[in-house]
């Protein structure tokens, strides 16, 4: 539905305004979308694009990972939420395609990638969460059309075979507060041809970062297709433009 305001102002105060030539209409039409597809029925002005804010101080290496391929690969372009909801363990209710993300994050991040290719100097936090392994962090996120794995029969925009054409890198702690966010040596460097980025890390910090994707849907009430931004704090500053990708956060 859309609605313009339209309003009448009045005033005591001799003079300040004319009261019989106070009104008007405020503005362009506003839409408002309503659904009842979350727990409850709420709206939303669908033309505001809410941001999904990672917490660099807490997770800076998924941080590091979404920045630098959002800003060198993508120019901070919005991504399009790829909605899937379980229902008695059906996959795909509020999708065009009945698309699993899941399954675009196998075609990125394969099942036991990490444990066996991840880099082998990528830290775990142990300390943190008991029995914590290495972890394939992907980006754009499985949940987008953007996503390395989302066909392009299906609205994708950046498909690959394999999370072999994204961008290579890994994460290693030095000591409290100081981190490392590396190119993975081992293969050719990145041309920033790549569409996707595919990193090694903690599985504490890649689920800690991701975690709370499901609550902000809710919370802005996004449905299929829908377009949110992402903000990465701490790298204001940072310069993408160039072959070599540098930045010091403190």
């Given at each position: 539905m859309a609605f313009a305001p339209y309003a009448t102002f009045s005033t005591s105060v001799p003079e300040a305004m004319p009261t019989d030539n106070s009104q008007g209409l405020i503005g362009a039409p506003i839409w408002v979308r309503c659904d009842t597809v979350y727990s409850a029925a709420g709206c939303v002005f669908p033309d505001y694009l809410p941001g999904y804010a990672f917490n660099t101080a807490k997770t800076p290496a998924a941080a590091a990972n979404a920045w630098l391929i959002n800003t060198k690969l993508h120019n901070g372009e919005p991504l399009q939420f790829l909605a899937d909801r379980y229902t008695d363990g059906v996959h795909g209710e509020r999708n065009k395609w009945s698309r699993d993300p899941d399954l675009n994050r196998k075609v990125v991040c394969p099942d036991g990638?990490?444990?066996?290719?991840?880099?082998?100097?990528t830290t775990t936090l142990p300390e943190i969460s008991a029995g914590d392994t290495k972890s394939c962090d992907e980006f754009p996120f499985a949940s987008t059309y953007q996503s390395g794995g989302m066909p392009e029969r299906m609205d994708g925009t950046?498909?690959?075979?394999s999370g072999d054409e994204c961008v290579q890198t890994y994460a290693t702690k030095y000591s409290d507060g100081v981190w490392r966010f590396w190119d993975d040596e081992r293969i050719s460097g990145p041309d920033w041809n790549e569409v996707c980025g595919r990193s090694a890390m903690s599985n504490w910090v890649n689920t800690t970062a991701g975690s709370r994707i499901s609550s902000f849907a809710s919370k802005f009430r996004l449905l299929d297709k829908d377009k949110y931004w992402v903000k990465v704090t701490g790298f204001e500053k940072c310069d993408a433009t160039g072959t070599v990708v540098k930045c010091d956060i403190r």
């Amino acid at each position: 539905m859309a609605f313009a305001p339209y309003a009448t102002f009045s005033t005591s105060v001799p003079e300040a305004m004319p009261t019989d030539n106070s009104q008007g209409l405020i503005g362009a039409p506003i839409w408002v979308r309503c659904d009842t597809v979350y727990s409850a029925a709420g709206c939303v002005f669908p033309d505001y694009l809410p941001g999904y804010a990672f917490n660099t101080a807490k997770t800076p290496a998924a941080a590091a990972n979404a920045w630098l391929i959002n800003t060198k690969l993508h120019n901070g372009e919005p991504l399009q939420f790829l909605a899937d909801r379980y229902t008695d363990g059906v996959h795909g209710e509020r999708n065009k395609w009945s698309r699993d993300p899941d399954l675009n994050r196998k075609v990125v991040c394969p099942d036991g990638w990490a444990a066996e290719y991840g880099h082998p100097d990528t830290t775990t936090l142990p300390e943190i969460s008991a029995g914590d392994t290495k972890s394939c962090d992907e980006f754009p996120f499985a949940s987008t059309y953007q996503s390395g794995g989302m066909p392009e029969r299906m609205d994708g925009t950046n498909q690959v075979l394999s999370g072999d054409e994204c961008v290579q890198t890994y994460a290693t702690k030095y000591s409290d507060g100081v981190w490392r966010f590396w190119d993975d040596e081992r293969i050719s460097g990145p041309d920033w041809n790549e569409v996707c980025g595919r990193s090694a890390m903690s599985n504490w910090v890649n689920t800690t970062a991701g975690s709370r994707i499901s609550s902000f849907a809710s919370k802005f009430r996004l449905l299929d297709k829908d377009k949110y931004w992402v903000k990465v704090t701490g790298f204001e500053k940072c310069d993408a433009t160039g072959t070599v990708v540098k930045c010091d956060i403190r």
